[in-house]
């Protein structure tokens, strides 16, 4: 059974940064793609960064490009998300996806495992 668990969220000033960790058990973890999505209040859930199985690819969505860095510790079993330069906008619960195959992907049916989420606020 996958179990995906997100940890580091929290309130931060606008400006500030975090970095949200997601660990991961019963699944062979290096051969797996990795991603985050975000939802806010009232909105659907959206893509944020994905990386592929050996942390050599990554992708971002444009509204976070050259803010957040997505990593990745195939030894820890652990993915993360360094967030800077944070912004009210990026207030909302992050969770943690691992996806059906190596490759990375922004496309939200690839992903089959999910965490609980951790929730972001950034105040103005």
């Known amino acids: 059974q996958v179990q995906l668990v997100e940890s580091g969220g929290g309130l931060v000033q606008a400006g500030g940064s975090l970095r949200l960790s997601c660990a991961a058990s019963?699944?062979?973890?290096?051969?797996?793609?990795m991603g985050w999505f975000r939802q806010a209040p009232g909105k659907e859930r959206e893509f944020v960064s994905t990386i592929n199985f050996s942390g050599a690819s990554t992708t971002y969505a444009d509204s976070v490009k050259g803010r957040f860095a997505i990593s990745r510790d195939n030894v820890k079993n652990t993915v993360y998300l360094q967030m800077n330069s944070l912004k009210p906008e990026d207030t909302a619960v992050y969770y943690c996806?691992?996806?059906?195959?190596?490759?990375?992907?922004?496309?939200?049916?690839?992903?089959?495992?999910w965490g609980q989420g951790t929730q972001v606020t950034v105040s103005s």
């Open positions: 019963g699944l062979t973890f290096n051969m797996y793609a």
């Open positions: 996806a691992a996806a059906r195959n190596s490759w990375v992907t922004t496309n939200y049916a690839n992903f089959v495992s």
